[in-house]
């Protein structure tokens, strides 16, 4: 493969030394081919990686596609050792025009133990890719591959057109993800336990651009994607994370390894920071940065937690503003049973951080009813004198069920549903003195007297329906929904 840089040298002469250094001077691609990097000096522009602060530099290039495909950009070649910090890069793809771009995929690391760039994305005929190498890690030169494939028959989804999930539960969710270029047939997404091998998980086909998936059998899960063209499919996109809903007690301090990493379900605007002692635990924290130009309005979303009726919950964490000198900030926390601001119920008042020492913060909420719910974190600062973060560890979440309740939750019914008859056991050593089976306007209509901590009652003689069995013991009365086929 050739050198492109030197013919765009000779091309652009004297105006070479100013080309590349912004988004309207993005040298273009035209070809496939070897392109070497210059030395990273021009302006960046917040892309897929975050505020100017955290890439200060950037070079640019353009591809305008002349037919659909995908494009692949490599940077893991041998002349650039990529299992050292000393050749490490990372990479926007925006589409837009210079004065509002939009992020459209990017990479930072191959893997763990590569920090090269090798990154595959689909583009469509007539639209312009921008392609953005910043200095965040790496700001000397290197080389990197060019290769646009006209001829990909199926072509895969863009990574970021993938959405988060939603209506989760303790063992599904709903996927979604924007359509793949050239109208497949179909979509596959396969799942499986966090880090599965792709190949060895559970495959569903779909018409549309989201399907739902339950039978997940680890609250941290990973799941692929891709277009299904009918005689071919392409390549798989993935992994993506999926965070079921967890039962309480739960606790994260960021400092996790897989399968709980150090976000570990948590979404939103804050970032995650690891200055040196600035974690109140670990090395890790969340943050969030207040301005001097404008109110700071961001959102930080825990992940599912699955709540029982009349749960009472405990939440605690810690907060601290990253420097004693900033302006001290508000904070608001608060419950949905969606991860939005829209619709939440805040819990207590406002917060006050102030200074740099870690200060223990505590919030209560008892669940009405039974399903999965998000506590939120709001950095609502207003325009600040002085400018610093917000940070936030430790976060502990503890629940106290009441007395059914919780003796209710450590039941066990089955065959649930049922033709003929229910066992029943419990894990606390309640001692059942009666069953009953009432219909759903609360009529007894079955009872059985017992005194054992496990046993069974016949509903054979029931029509098919739904009844619900009170079991009353020495702790307390626990009820359970039971379908009769």
Request: aromatic letters at 12%; glycine letters at 8%; a negative charge.
């Amino acid at each position: 493969m050739k050198k492109l840089l030197l013919s765009l040298t000779l091309m652009f002469g004297s105006f070479a030394s100013f080309a590349q250094l912004t988004c309207a001077t993005a040298t273009p691609i035209t070809e496939d081919g070897t392109i070497s990097v210059p030395d990273i000096t021009g302006t960046y522009q917040a892309l897929c990686w975050g505020s100017a602060a955290t890439g200060p530099n950037a070079i640019w290039y353009s591809f305008t596609a002349t037919a659909n495909g995908e494009v692949t950009i490599n940077a893991d070649l041998p002349q650039n050792d990529g299992t050292t910090f000393s050749n490490d890069q990372r990479v926007s793809i925006a589409t837009g025009t210079c004065a509002a771009l939009v992020c459209y995929g990017g990479q930072d690391d191959i893997d763990d133990a590569n920090y090269n760039v090798n990154y595959t994305f689909p583009v469509a005929s007539g639209t312009t890719y921008y392609i953005v190498w910043d200095d965040r890690w790496l700001a000397t030169g290197f080389d990197f591959d060019f290769t646009f494939d006209s001829a990909v028959s199926c072509i895969r989804p863009g990574d970021l057109s993938v959405t988060a999930p939603t209506s989760i539960t303790n063992n599904s969710a709903n996927i979604s993800w924007g359509a793949a270029i050239g109208s497949p047939a179909s979509y596959d997404v396969e799942f499986g336990d966090f880090g599965f091998v792709q190949g060895a998980g559970t495959t569903v086909n779909t018409l549309t651009t989201s399907t739902p998936i339950s039978g997940v059998a680890n609250t941290n899960s990973d799941y692929y994607l891709r277009a299904n063209c009918g005689s071919t499919q392409s390549a798989w996109v993935g992994p993506f994370s999926l965070f079921l809903a967890v039962n309480l007690p739960y606790a994260n301090n960021f400092d996790g390894t897989a399968p709980q990493t150090n976000a570990d379900g948590f979404t939103g605007s804050w970032g995650l920071g690891n200055a040196a002692g600035g974690a109140q635990s670990g090395a890790v924290y969340y943050f969030s940065g207040s301005s001097t130009t404008a109110a700071t309005n961001a959102f930080l979303f825990t992940r599912a937690l699955n709540l029982q009726a009349n749960e009472q919950v405990t939440l605690t964490f810690y907060t601290r503003l990253g420097a004693a000198t900033g302006t001290n900030q508000n904070l608001k926390v608060w419950v949905n049973g969606t991860p939005s601001a829209v619709g939440a119920t805040q819990l207590g008042t406002d917060i006050t951080i102030s200074g740099a020492t870690y200060t223990l913060q505590t919030r209560t909420f008892t669940a009405t009813t039974a399903g999965t719910y998000y506590f939120i974190f709001h950095n609502a600062t207003p325009i600040v004198a002085a400018a610093t973060s917000l940070r936030l560890d430790t976060v502990n979440m503890t629940s106290v069920l009441g007395t059914n309740d919780f003796l209710s939750s450590n039941f066990s019914v089955f065959p649930n549903p049922a033709k003929n008859v229910i066992n029943f056991s419990n894990d606390t050593n309640a001692v059942v003195s009666l069953v009953e089976m009432t219909d759903l306007n609360g009529r007894v209509i079955k009872s059985q007297k017992v005194n054992a901590t496990e046993g069974q009652i016949s509903i054979s003689d029931l029509a098919a329906g739904m009844y619900m069995m009170k079991i009353t013991t020495d702790q307390g009365v626990a009820t359970k929904k039971i379908v009769k086929q």
